[in-house]
């Protein structure tokens, strides 16, 4: 194994991880808000988990999903592998279906938090609010499923790399 190859797929695995767990973490903590706030009626509690949120998807999530994409097609080069081919399609294929559900559920967080920022109190925050997590939540489902067989497919390789 060259030192480069090693590098490349430390760094590979290791954003890959940043995407599971933040995924993980920030499913779990602002589900876990949102249903204490509604519970509680703190709005400041809200505001601050939806603020933390919307950070730590935009300090670890998206930076860790652009290297996801660029380590992989360096791994698969040094490997020799083709771009094109059935387990590179379906890795490819998942990751954008990801992305797909990944970029509204981030418009969601960041439309959630201005909402909590403008309400003045949990029962003042608009049936749209509700909806909208309600929406953030169904989307986060397939994206989480998606990276866990991306996951599967890069241990794996069911599918081979010809």
């Given at each position: 194994?060259?030192?480069?190859?090693?590098?490349w797929?430390?760094?590979?695995?290791i954003?890959?991880a940043?995407?599971?767990?933040?995924?993980?973490?920030?499913?779990?903590?602002?589900?876990?808000?949102?249903?204490?706030?509604?519970?509680?009626g703190?709005?400041?509690?809200l505001?601050?988990?939806?603020?933390?949120?919307?950070?730590a998807?935009?300090c670890?999530t998206?930076p860790?999903?652009?290297?996801?994409?660029?380590?992989?097609?360096?791994l698969?080069?040094?490997l020799?592998?083709p771009l094109?081919?059935?387990?590179?399609?379906a890795?490819?294929?998942?990751f954008?279906a990801t992305?797909?559900c990944w970029l509204?559920?981030v418009?969601l967080?960041?439309?959630l938090?201005?909402?909590?920022?403008?309400?003045a109190?949990?029962?003042?925050?608009?049936?749209?609010?509700?909806?909208?997590?309600r929406?953030?939540?169904a989307?986060g489902?397939?994206?989480?499923?998606a990276?866990?067989?991306?996951?599967y497919?890069?241990?794996?390789?069911?599918?081979g790399?010809a």
């Open positions: 194994m060259s030192g480069a190859y090693a590098f797929k430390t760094a590979h695995i954003s890959a940043i995407i599971f767990g933040t995924g993980l973490g920030i499913a779990f903590y602002c589900w876990f808000g949102y249903r204490n706030a509604l519970r509680t703190e709005i400041a509690a505001r601050a988990t939806l603020r933390l949120t919307v950070i998807d935009a670890f998206a860790a999903v652009v290297f996801q994409a660029a380590s992989g097609v360096v698969m080069k040094l020799g592998w094109v081919s059935s387990w590179s399609l890795v490819w294929s998942l954008v992305g797909a509204p559920v418009a967080q960041e439309r938090r201005r909402e909590a920022v403008r309400a109190s949990v029962a003042a925050l608009p049936a749209r609010f509700h909806r909208s997590f929406w953030w939540f989307l489902m397939p994206a989480f499923a990276v866990i067989v991306i996951y497919l890069m241990i794996a390789k069911p599918l790399v």
